[in-house]
């Protein structure tokens, strides 16, 4: 009765305009001082749920990906991807997800790859005579690679909450972001076939080795990452700090673009994005301490025993469970509220936390393309200029094609 209770006036305040993370906040406060423990008590869980040295990486991302993106690198990878793949038949919808690829080794965020290409990739497929609908959607579906490439904020957050190695999680997702890559341009190829989307000229390999180097400083961004973290020379979390520094380092020695205006901005921006990402958890932690005193990890876990008695169904029953939550429900809630209870039972069934880590984040990069809460599509919407029913009907078709398929 009181778990209902919670989750109803959650979901009232939220209904109603309230954010997410606030309406978290609020509810857990009502739940504090109706059980005698009082608001002081909530003020201390909130600031042991932010109390974490990994976290800070999640800030210094953001920025990196903020001062990279400021800098006029997205326009050098996208002229480089073109260069490569836009005489293939889909022409730009191969650069675009190759640009994407490129650009999600900086990010480590679908919104940021959404964003920061988006409106560049869409405008120039749209001067080639290529469909809204086909532009958008391939836009939209190829910023899910940010958070499997490292470095990935989903990931960051996922080690911190599971106690699982952020550097490790790095590795694994490296592999299933160039399978989506890959059947991501299957897909363009199979569309652009039948619609007879034009093409450019093949480059010159001269042409192709000056956007190269061009390319270059920005293109070893992940190398320095993953390199830095597995030789030993830094962690996780001081890597996004040295992600901060080589962003400013490349652009004060190549590019030259990043002005003081474009710095403030870029400072502004990650402050309010990670000041919203820290109401969320602080919400969250709130959250998950009442929801652990009514004992909801035990009956979430009694019911999925109860389904599931073998790691391959209790699989499938997370990817719906996740699939079906992440239309509703923003990815970054639900990956803070979920994990923290199916890790466990995950691991009971001998699930490695590594393996079920990257199915999550994967399932959770689906959901942030499925209507009526994707926020991918609201975002390449808003620079495309897109209506968004619109963008959600051409979703679909991608959306099947890459509903992952896993035998553990």
């Known amino acids: 009765m009181i778990l209902a ?22 509810v857990s406060m009502g739940y504090f001082y109706w059980s005698g423990m009082g608001i002081i008590f909530s003020v201390q869980r909130m600031v042991d749920g932010l109390n974490s040295f990994p976290l800070l990486a999640v800030p210094l991302f953001i920025l990196a990906a903020s001062i990279l993106n400021s800098a006029g690198i997205a326009q050098q990878l996208f002229g480089f991807a073109r260069a490569l793949v836009g005489h293939i038949t889909g022409g730009l919808g191969h ?42 959607a391939v836009t939209a579906a190829s910023s899910m690679i940010g958070p499997l490439v490292p470095p990935s904020i989903t990931m960051v957050l ?32 199979l569309l652009a076939s039948r619609r007879g989307y034009p093409v450019d000229p093949q480059a010159s390999i001269g042409e192709i080795m000056r956007l190269f180097i061009g390319s270059l400083p ?35 020695l190549f590019y030259r673009e990043l002005t003081l205006r474009k710095l403030w901005n870029s400072l502004y921006e990650t402050a309010a994005t990670s000041s919203a990402i820290a109401t969320i958890i602080a919400g969250v932690s709130l959250m998950g301490y009442v929801l652990a005193r009514e004992q909801a990890p035990q009956q979430i876990a009694q019911l999925f025993l109860s389904i599931a008695d073998e790691p391959i169904t209790f699989l499938i029953a997370v990817n719906l469970m996740i699939f079906v939550l992440g239309s509703f429900v923003e990815s970054l809630v639900v990956l803070l509220i979920v994990v923290p209870i199916l890790v466990p039972i995950a691991q009971g069934f001998g ?51 890459k509903r992952p398929v896993r035998v553990y």
């Open 5 to 26: 209770t919670v989750g109803l006036g959650w979901l009232a305040l939220v209904l109603v305009g309230v954010p997410i993370g606030v309406a978290m906040i609020f």
């Open 218 to 252: 920005a293109l070893l961004t992940p190398l320095v990452i993953i390199g830095g973290i597995f030789t030993g020379y830094f962690s996780p979390t001081e890597a996004a700090a040295v992600t901060v520094l080589y962003a400013l380092l490349i652009d004060l």
């Open 158 to 189: 996922y080690g911190v909450i599971s106690n699982t190695s952020i550097g490790a999680l790095f590795l694994g997702g490296v592999v299933p972001g160039f399978l989506c890559a890959f059947s991501l341009m299957i897909m363009v190829w």
């Open 95 to 136: 650069v675009n997800v190759l640009a994407s690829l490129f650009f999600s080794g900086m990010s480590g965020s679908a919104m940021a790859d959404a964003g920061g290409l988006g409106k560049m990739e869409i405008e120039a497929m749209r001067k080639a005579g290529y469909d809204d609908d086909f532009s958008g």
């Open 351 to 401: 699930i490695d936390p590594i393996h079920f880590g990257i199915i999550v984040v994967l399932n959770l990069m689906i959901s942030i393309l499925t209507p009526p809460m994707g926020m991918a599509l609201f975002i390449v919407a808003q620079v495309g200029g897109i209506p968004f029913p619109r963008l959600a009907m051409a979703i679909l078709p991608w959306l099947i094609r």
